[in-house]
Every structure is written in structure tokens, then in C-alpha cells.
């Protein structure tokens, strides 16, 4: 019995050292997703690094609480505009090299930063709630310019950007078409399958308090953001998703879910050796052409 004391005492410190870890890294990602630093210091990379004219821009968020700035990039002679909406705790710069494909295709871009990131306004982030909201403003920014009003309008999203591409594209029939890479099915969902990445058998509780926390902050409850709710009304438009094979911090099921509940055409590319950022080597050049002929194709 006595040999026994120290082990299970060292087991009773570990247990208790783990459960401080999970709770730590709970109030962590619940304070930093809806509390995100700003990237100091300006933007490293413009749209002039691949030749571009640009504009910078602002505009107010749909919901009227904080404006927006960006970048509009216009093409000469355009087959279309195409907005551009990042993932969470990023800013445009994200996306410019998709931009970059669009632009040398004939398209004209609209890349701008979500609330409380990048320049744009706010100090409160909510995972694609409000968001929703700054890429409808967007839209209305795009309606009001008499050089943009008769370009058909798509839009482009990565990981929180594509599920705000949907929820947006959903309840606005002025987008044309939706392409997302990596976009997630609902919030909750998207909670979990992180917490499954980074606390293994602990992810129920990490995500249940991470849930609990944000709750404090997110002017809603995090299952109330769920875009494979909404997806079927983009239909009759077409929907094009891409998502890594080996995406391990959005599951492709989230993929295969949305595709299925959207019913329309476009079509589901999972991307072989690409995980949620990276799109693999041999098939980056290929996803890139991918969605620029969706575009090319659908766009009138």
C-alpha cells in the first residue's frame, strides 16, 4: 500500500494538470476567436504584387454597427465581379492569391476584411454570425457603384468566409454563384472537430465550455450559425466546394453534407493531400483552374 501513495498521487496531479490544460485551452480559443488580434504594422502584400490597379475602399456592414474596408480590383473589360470573404482570424491578404487567378482571368475582385480584423471596424468577432452581415454589405456597397451595377456577381470563401459565402448567398438573390474551399456545415460541428484535434478524449467538455464562454460574447448561441441550414436556397444557383482530403481541423463530411443539402449543380471536388490551408502540391494549379472556370462558366 505504501508503494502505491506516490503513484497514485503522481496520477491524481496528471489527471488534475490535464483537466487545467482543457479549461485553459478552452477560455484561450473561446477569447481569441471572438476576441482576434489585429495583424500590426499595415499589409505586407497588395494586389500591385501581380500587377493590379487597385481601390482602396469602405462600406458599412449590413448589420449598421461598424464599416468595412477593403480592396476593389477591377479589371479591364470584365466578365464579372467576384467577392472574396477570408477565414477567421486572417484578413484579405488571405485570399489574394485567389484573387490574383480571378484577375488575370478577366475578373474583377472585391477582398475586404471581416469585422474586428484587418482595417475594418469592430472589436468583436462571432465565427460568421455578424459576418454574414459585413459580406451583405459588401453586396449593397457593390449595388450602389454605377461602374459595378451590371456585373454579375459571385463569390468565393475559405473556411469561415465559405460558410458566410452560403448563409449570405442564401438570403441574397443578387449572387450568381458560390464557390467555398473548406467551409463549415454548422458552428457547433466546427467546435467539436477542433476540439477533437487539439483535446483528443477531452473534446466533449473542451467544446461544451468553449460554448459556454463564447456565450458571453457571441450575440447568439454558437448552434444558431448553421449554413447547411440555408444551403438549399441558393438553388436554382450553381455551388462549387472544394475541401481537403485531409482537412483535419473542418472534416470533408462537412463537404459531402453541404453538397448534398444544396441540391444543385457546381459539383464537390475533395482535394487529394490537401488539408484544411494547404491544397497539396500537384493539385494546387489544378483547384486554382477548377473554380476559375466554375466562374468563367457560370457567371453570365
Not at 14 to 22: D, K, P, Q, R, S
Not at 71 to 84: D, E, H, K, Q, T
Not at 109 to 137: K, N, P
Not at 154 to 180: C, H, P
Amino acid at each position: 500500500m505504501t508503494f502505491l501513495m506516490p503513484a497514485m498521487l503522481a496520477l491524481a496531479v496528471a489527471a488534475c494538470g490535464y483537466l487545467l490544460w482543457v479549461v485553459a485551452g478552452a477560455v484561450l480559443i473561446a477569447w481569441a476567436t471572438t476576441h482576434p488580434v489585429r495583424k500590426p504594422g499595415g499589409f505586407d502584400t497588395t494586389p500591385a504584387s501581380f500587377g493590379a490597379e487597385y481601390e482602396p475602399v469602405t462600406f458599412p456592414s449590413a448589420a449598421g454597427d461598424v464599416r468595412i474596408s477593403g480592396w476593389l480590383i477591377p479589371c479591364a473589360s470584365p466578365r464579372g465581379l467576384i467577392v472574396l470573404c477570408h477565414g477567421m482570424l486572417a484578413n484579405r491578404m488571405e485570399l489574394l492569391p485567389w484573387a490574383e487567378s480571378f484577375y488575370k482571368a478577366g475578373f474583377s475582385t472585391l477582398v475586404f476584411d471581416f469585422r474586428a480584423l484587418g482595417e475594418s471596424e469592430g472589436l468583436l468577432a462571432t465565427a460568421g454570425y455578424l459576418e454574414t452581415q459585413d459580406f451583405l454589405g459588401a453586396l449593397d456597397f457593390i449595388s450602389n457603384r454605377s461602374d459595378l451595377t451590371n456585373l454579375p456577381i459571385g463569390v468565393f470563401g475559405f473556411s469561415m468566409g465559405g460558410s458566410v459565402a452560403i448563409t449570405g448567398a442564401a438570403r441574397d438573390q443578387r449572387v450568381k454563384a458560390v464557390a467555398t474551399h473548406g467551409a463549415f456545415a454548422t458552428l457547433d460541428r466546427a467546435i467539436m472537430q477542433r476540439c477533437r484535434k487539439h483535446f483528443g478524449l477531452m473534446a466533449r467538455p473542451a467544446a461544451w465550455s468553449i460554448r459556454g464562454l463564447a456565450a458571453y460574447w457571441m450575440p447568439v448561441h454558437s448552434r444558431e450559425f448553421a449554413p447547411i441550414a440555408e444551403a438549399a436556397n441558393i438553388a436554382p444557383r450553381p455551388f462549387l466546394i472544394l475541401h481537403g482530403s485531409e482537412d483535419s481541423i473542418i472534416l470533408p463530411k462537412d463537404a459531402h453534407d453541404l453538397h448534398a443539402a444544396a441540391g444543385t449543380e457546381g459539383g464537390l471536388h475533395i482535394l487529394p493531400d490537401s488539408g484544411h490551408r494547404r491544397i497539396g502540391d500537384a493539385h494546387r494549379d489544378n483547384a486554382f483552374e477548377t473554380v476559375v472556370s466554375f466562374f468563367t462558366k457560370y457567371l453570365p
